[in-house]
C-alpha cells in the first residue's frame, strides 16, 4: 500500500531564509509525487509534481522538489521565503497501478509560517 | 477560464438530516474526485468518476454516503442520516482524463464546509 509521511505539521522561517519541507513516500512501484498548496478558506493548488524524466522538478513562486528514490523522498525547497508562502503545503502521491483512477494518497500537511 | 466550483460553501445541517453537495467540474474534464478534509482524518479520497466507466467508490466511509455524476458534468455527493463526525471540507477536483491518469494535474475546488450540529 502506498503512504506519504510528512515530517512536521509546522515549520516557522523568518521571512528571505531557506524554506525546507519534508515528504517521504511509501510505494512499491514507481511513484507519481505531488506538492499542492492550500491558502485558507481555499481549494488545493498545484505547486508542482515529478512523473518520469528530470528528478528535480521546478514549479511555481520560486519552489522546487527533488525526487530521490534511494531515500524515497521528495522534499520540497525554497531558497528564500515570501510572506505570501505561509500556507498549508500537501504532499502526494499516486502511481501507475492504482487501479487506473489517479486518486491521490496525500500526507497528513505541513502548515508554514513565515516570520517578518 | 472557469474553475472548478463547488455549492453550497458553507452548510450547517443537524444530526440526522440528509445533505446534498454539488461540484461542477471544469467543462471538459472527463475524471472527477471527491476528496474528505478532516482534522482527524486529513485529506481522503472518497470516490472518483471518469466518462460512462463505473464509479470507483472505495474511499467511501459507509453507505450513508453516495455520489452520482449526470450527463458526464455535474455531480452530488449525498451525505444521508448525517453525523456529527462527517463534519468536514469536502473537496470536489477535475482532471482532463486522458490516459494515463496518473500524471495529469487534479484541479481542486474552494470545497463545502459542512458541520453536522
Known amino acids: 500500500a502506498q503512504s506519504v509521511t510528512q515530517l512536521g505539521s509546522h515549520v516557522s522561517v523568518s521571512e528571505g531564509a531557506l524554506v525546507l519541507l519534508r515528504c517521504n513516500y511509501s510505494?512499491?512501484?514507481?511513484?507519481?509525487l505531488f506538492w499542492y498548496v492550500q491558502y485558507p478558506n481555499q481549494g488545493l493548488q498545484l505547486l508542482l509534481k515529478?512523473?518520469?524524466?528530470?528528478?528535480l522538478v521546478k514549479g511555481i513562486n520560486g519552489f522546487e522538489a527533488e525526487f530521490k528514490k534511494s531515500e524515497t523522498s521528495f522534499h520540497l525547497t525554497k531558497p528564500s521565503a515570501h510572506m505570501s508562502d505561509a500556507a498549508e503545503y500537501f504532499c502526494?502521491?499516486?502511481?501507475?497501478?492504482?487501479?487506473?483512477?489517479?486518486?491521490?494518497?496525500f500526507g497528513q500537511g505541513t502548515t508554514l509560517q513565515v516570520k517578518p | 477560464g472557469a474553475g472548478v466550483s463547488q455549492s453550497p460553501s458553507n452548510k450547517v445541517t443537524e444530526k440526522g438530516k440528509d445533505v446534498e453537495l454539488r461540484c461542477d467540474p471544469i467543462?471538459?474534464?472527463?475524471?472527477l474526485y471527491w476528496y474528505r478534509q478532516s482534522l482527524g482524518q486529513g485529506l481522503e479520497f472518497l470516490i472518483y468518476?471518469?466518462?460512462?466507466?463505473?464509479?470507483?467508490k472505495s474511499g467511501l466511509p459507509s453507505d450513508r454516503f453516495s455520489a452520482e455524476r449526470t450527463g458526464g458534468s455535474v455531480s452530488t455527493l449525498t451525505i444521508q442520516r448525517t453525523q456529527q463526525e462527517d463534519s468536514a471540507v469536502y473537496l470536489c477536483?477535475?482532471?482532463?482524463?486522458?490516459?494515463?491518469?496518473?500524471?495529469?494535474?487534479?484541479?481542486f475546488g474552494p470545497g463545502t464546509r459542512l458541520l453536522v450540529l
Open positions: 477536483a477535475s482532471s482532463p482524463g486522458r490516459a494515463p491518469l496518473h500524471g495529469e494535474t487534479q484541479y
Open positions: 502526494a502521491v499516486t502511481h501507475i497501478f492504482s487501479s487506473n483512477t489517479g486518486k491521490l494518497i
Open positions: 510505494s512499491s512501484v514507481p511513484p507519481y
Open positions: 468518476f471518469q466518462g460512462n466507466s463505473a464509479p470507483d
Open positions: 515529478y512523473t518520469t524524466g528530470a528528478t
Open positions: 467543462s471538459g474534464h472527463t475524471a
